[in-house]
């Protein structure tokens, strides 16, 4: 099924979302509207033993569409990019990003969150959000859980981007595969599911979390409150994102 920003396919008890939107696969509201009524879908369906984030392009995704940050876009875009993070918390069985190429801002937040990260050696991972003025939500819960707080704090602040081997030394992927190789590798990953039931892989997922003891529902409510009303309130944070829009050097005011 295509929803032309994404196509939505399920076979074989693998559910699989591919970013369509060529080349940089950038994140708009459309396409993350689309990207949540999907997941609605697997959220119904118990047979599922993994759900696939993949891509077209060269990217994976380059983040969010900054003009959706702006104005009164801001709370709408909020809504649906969290969107996609509550149901991906609710969702009973495994879920897998397969990177090819870049992600970064909220295509890295969207490869961090799922359990599994599959890469090339040609991926890279950043969140350069900072550089624009405001700071990425949900890597600031996830990214201290899989790296530790001090490198998590220094990623964000300084809005670097790591190739896929520091990333894998990190611990932010699971395997790094030869771009020339990479599909028959993850095809043999996702093969190995083929012997593993189901309900157990459900069962097993339910157990991390509960190991985690993390509310993540209500620390993304206290984040994103905080987000819209106190960030998106200060000058710099709307003098960041216009400046990238109009291809400028931002003129911070530190207020």
Same mark, same amino acid.
């Given at each position: 099924?295509?929803?032309?920003?994404?196509?939505?396919?399920?076979?074989?008890?693998?559910?699989?979302?591919?970013?369509?939107?060529?080349?940089?696969?950038?994140?708009?509201?459309?396409?993350?509207?689309?990207?949540?009524?999907?997941?609605?879908?697997?959220?119904?369906?118990?047979?599922?033993?993994?759900?696939?984030?993949?891509?077209?392009?060269?990217?994976?995704?380059?983040?969010?569409?900054?003009?959706?940050?702006?104005?009164?876009?801001?709370?709408?875009?909020?809504?649906?990019?969290?969107?996609?993070?509550?149901?991906?918390?609710?969702?009973?069985?495994?879920?897998?990003?397969?990177?090819?190429?870049?992600?970064?801002?909220?295509?890295?937040?969207?490869?961090?969150?799922?359990?599994?990260?599959?890469?090339?050696?040609?991926?890279?991972?950043?969140?350069?959000?900072?550089?624009?003025?405001?700071?990425?939500?949900?890597?600031?819960?996830? %990214?201290?859980?899989?790296?530790?707080?001090?490198?998590? =704090?220094? #990623?964000?602040? !300084?809005?670097?981007?790591? $190739? @896929? *081997? /520091?990333?894998?030394?990190?611990?932010?992927?699971?395997?790094?595969?030869?771009?020339?190789?990479?599909?028959?590798?993850?095809?043999?990953?996702?093969?190995?599911?083929?012997?593993?039931?189901?309900?157990?892989?459900?069962?097993?997922?339910?157990?991390?979390?509960?190991?985690?003891?993390?509310? %993540?529902?209500?620390?993304?409510?206290?984040?994103?409150? =905080?987000? #819209?009303?106190? !960030?998106?309130?200060?000058? $710099? @944070? *709307? /003098?960041?994102?216009?400046?990238?829009?109009?291809?400028?050097?931002?003129?911070?005011?530190?207020?």
């Amino acid at each position: 099924m295509s929803n032309d920003l994404i196509i939505v396919e399920s076979t074989n008890n693998i559910g699989k979302i591919i970013f369509n939107n060529e080349p940089l696969n950038i994140l708009t509201i459309e396409m993350m509207e689309q990207i949540n009524k999907a997941l609605d879908i697997f959220l119904e369906d118990e047979s599922l033993k993994a759900v696939i984030f993949d891509h077209n392009g060269k990217a994976f995704s380059a983040g969010v569409d900054i003009g959706d940050h702006m104005g009164n876009k801001a709370s709408k875009m909020i809504k649906e990019f969290h969107g996609i993070f509550r149901r991906l918390n609710k969702l009973k069985c495994p879920t897998i990003a397969s990177i090819k190429g870049a992600a970064l801002g909220g295509g890295c937040e969207i490869a961090i969150f799922c359990d599994i990260a599959l890469t090339s050696d040609k991926a890279k991972f950043g969140q350069p959000e900072i550089k624009v003025g405001v700071f990425p939500p949900i890597a600031v819960l996830i %990214f201290p859980q899989i790296i530790g707080y001090k490198k998590a =704090f220094e #990623l964000i602040m !300084l809005g670097e981007v790591i $190739d @896929a *081997n /520091e990333a894998y030394r990190l611990g932010i992927s699971n395997h790094v595969f030869p771009i020339e190789s990479y599909k028959q590798e993850f095809t043999k990953f996702i093969e190995s599911l083929d012997d593993i039931s189901g309900i157990i892989l459900q069962y097993t997922k339910k157990t991390f979390k509960k190991a985690l003891g993390f509310d %993540f529902e209500t620390k993304l409510d206290e984040i994103e409150e =905080f987000y #819209l009303k106190e !960030l998106m309130s200060t000058n $710099d @944070a *709307n /003098e960041g994102l216009q400046a990238f829009l109009e291809k400028r050097t931002p003129n911070w005011l530190n207020r």
